[in-house]
């Protein structure tokens, strides 16, 4: 197969952003909605599922897996397996750019005595997968990864999981989800100690699809566990709009003047809603109206204006709840007036790109001034004048679809429009991206 041509564009200065918006379900929620639907015995209906190529990517394993997984009218049905009857999927699983569906899925095979392969695109080949073939390597699971511990990789699941305590070496709440989606066809009470809080959404799910889940908390660590050989029931999930997603339109509206936006629906589970804490700190006007309850998730509308923002420090244990907010926030930053610093981010250099050396290039030249340290950036603002823009120099998004948004909501505050060397990857996690922007653009 020939892969689709990069498709460049160039995003040009904006008037205000004005109206209302409703941004694509949660990422995270829509991947595991489908994992445990496919689990649970029954039919799971699941609305607002995100339709990016990240979650159909899950999609298509599960279904190769065994379970049925179709789109009935607005509304995603699955039709599970059982726990423990995933069946050997007759091909290679392709998770093209995405990496919770990568290492989520290796924990669910990992409890399963079935083989898979794994492949994906150059980004996602290039992701460390060692820190999920540690933990499940003791659950019993065997691998064969390519050089570095990395995609394309072969496993087989274990015939007699063993349930594991595994205290988390890095705050991922990937690694912690993979642990968790083995402990559920093990045997026994796996344990997971998290020593840094990350995103619960799969501790939420499990827990309304039946799964015998506990949280507590010693030592100031949160103490997860789930008693294995569950009997999960189907479920029916609205999935709430994604904060991540939400976070492009938050910072686009604060820095393009005279901007008035509203984004409906926004999830803001106190694990992912770091950026909303620290915009604030910057002196951006967003304003919660509605607050509810979705899915079992915290769920607002946020009332978003323009506002002059000033450069902060940004507290380092803030970055679990705002880990993939960062390539915006330094945009913000870097229309803010004053200095802004980040650090404690050393996980972003291993997302879908290295992220702190992929915006500080993309930030420089477009004119902004950016400094890369070894676990962070240090960006001294424009105080609110538009950036200069790249001006037929594009900049280099990596496959990253984080970088390419991050990077088109500065081209609306800059001079010349900022020209990205590739869209397509906005795809994998906001399919409507383009066509909201230009609803909203003035
Ligand atoms: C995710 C967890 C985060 C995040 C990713 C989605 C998830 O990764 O960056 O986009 O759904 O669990 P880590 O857990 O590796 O930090």
Avoid: C
Avoid at 185 to 210: C, K, Q, Y
Avoid at 413 to 439: H, M, N, V, Y
């Amino acid at each position: 197969m020939t892969e689709p041509l990069p498709t460049p564009r160039t995003f040009l200065p904006s008037g205000p952003l004005r109206g209302r918006i409703r941004v694509p379900g949660d990422k995270s929620i829509s991947h595991r909605s489908v994992m445990l639907g496919a689990l649970a015995v029954g039919e799971t209906r699941v609305t607002g599922l995100l339709e990016g190529e990240d979650v159909m990517a899950t999609a298509a394993a599960m279904q190769a897996m065994g379970a049925s997984v179709e789109k009935v009218g607005g509304e995603w049905r699955i039709h599970g397996v059982g726990v423990g009857g995933l069946l050997q999927p007759q091909a290679a699983l392709d998770m093209g750019n995405s990496g919770t569906s990568t290492r989520l899925l290796m924990g669910l095979i990992a409890s399963h005595a079935i083989t898979a392969a794994f492949t994906g695109d150059a980004s996602l080949s290039k992701r460390p997968m060692g820190r999920v073939i540690e933990p499940l390597s003791r659950v019993g699971a065997s691998f064969t990864p390519s050089p570095g511990g990395r995609l394309p990789l072969m496993m087989t699941g274990a015939s007699v999981p063993v349930p594991i305590e595994y205290r988390l070496p890095v705050a991922s709440a990937q690694v912690k989800s993979a642990i968790l989606l083995a402990g559920l066809n093990t045997a026994g009470i796996t344990t997971v100690i998290e020593p840094v809080p990350t995103r619960d959404h799969s501790e939420r799910l499990m827990r309304s699809f039946g799964a015998e889940l506990e949280v507590g908390e010693a030592g100031g660590e949160r103490i997860i566990t789930v008693r294995g050989e569950a009997d999960l029931r189907p479920q029916t999930i609205e999935v709430p709009g994604d904060p991540s997603s939400a976070a492009f339109f938050m910072v686009a509206a604060s820095i393009v003047p005279g901007s008035d936006l509203v984004i409906e629906n926004v999830g803001l589970n106190p694990t992912r809603a770091g950026l909303v804490e620290v915009l604030r700190q910057m002196g951006a006007s967003i304003e919660e109206t509605d607050r509810r309850e979705v899915g079992g998730e915290p769920v607002a509308d946020l009332h978003v204006r323009h506002a002059e923002l000033t450069g902060v420090d940004v507290d380092p244990a803030l970055a679990p709840s705002m880990i993939d907010e960062f390539p915006v926030l330094f945009v913000a930053a870097a229309m803010a007036k004053g200095r802004t610093v980040t650090r404690g981010l050393e996980e972003l250099r291993v997302k879908e790109s290295d992220r702190l050396a992929a915006m500080a290039a993309a930030l420089f030249s477009a004119g902004a001034r950016v400094q890369e340290t070894e676990d962070g950036l240090v960006i001294d603002g424009s105080g609110g004048e538009p950036l200069r823009g790249t001006a037929n120099r594009p900049v280099q998004t990596h496959l990253d679809h984080r970088i390419a948004m991050a990077m088109a909501v500065a081209g609306l505050s800059s001079k010349d429009g900022i020209e990205i060397d590739d869209t397509r990857p906005i795809a994998t996690s906001f399919p409507d991206f383009q066509a909201l922007l230009d609803k909203v653009s003035t």
